[in-house]
């Protein structure tokens, strides 16, 4: 089962009067990650090389590091531990000592594996969405059982009757959290799973 970080962390090793300070951090998407390189990429440093993955989706750049010694191996140290779900940056200021292409390459994988190796991970749960509404009267109690019992509300819209919730569930938890829910709600709830593209599981 794959890993995420539970915060960001920080890693700095020098090699060869090189500095090199590792950045990780967790996701919740694609431009997520983007938006974390963007802000803490360092412009006056030599090199901010990075790489990131989510589920099926990753990137990564050598910013100017010979091909194949930066990027590659930031992401092979993140995929090797087992996590998912996080960007990591690696600023590199230059000491005046070449490293060579192995000498980088395990540089900048060995400074992401040691970061990645003290970080505080947690496992990712296969999660999926969905919907269910609720009058205001039984609102806050809803609410209150429902993220008790590990349900997190992505959306809420509010109309006249009440609340239409757009949750997100561990699918092992999905039978569990409708029986709460139905029984919170006296019956007269709706409770509809949405599958990957967003329509209603079959």
Known sequence: MPHTLTAAI???????????????????????????LETSRDLQATHNCWAWRYGSHYRFSDDGEPGGTAGRPILQAIESQGYDRVAVLVIRWFGGIKLGTGGLARAYGGTVAECLRLADRVELREECQVLCDCPYADMDRVQARLLAAGARIEHAEFDGRGVLWRL???????????????????????????????????
């Open 10 to 36: 920080r890693h700095e090793a020098d090699v060869r009067k090189s500095r090199f300070l590792a950045l990780a951090a967790p996701i919740e998407s694609p431009e997520a990650a983007q938006a974390f």
């Open 168 to 202: 997100l569930v561990a699918r092992a938890d999905v039978a569990a959290l409708e029986a709460l829910y139905t029984d919170q709600t006296r019956g007269q709830g709706e409770w509809c799973v949405l599958e990957a593209d967003g329509g209603p599981a079959a």
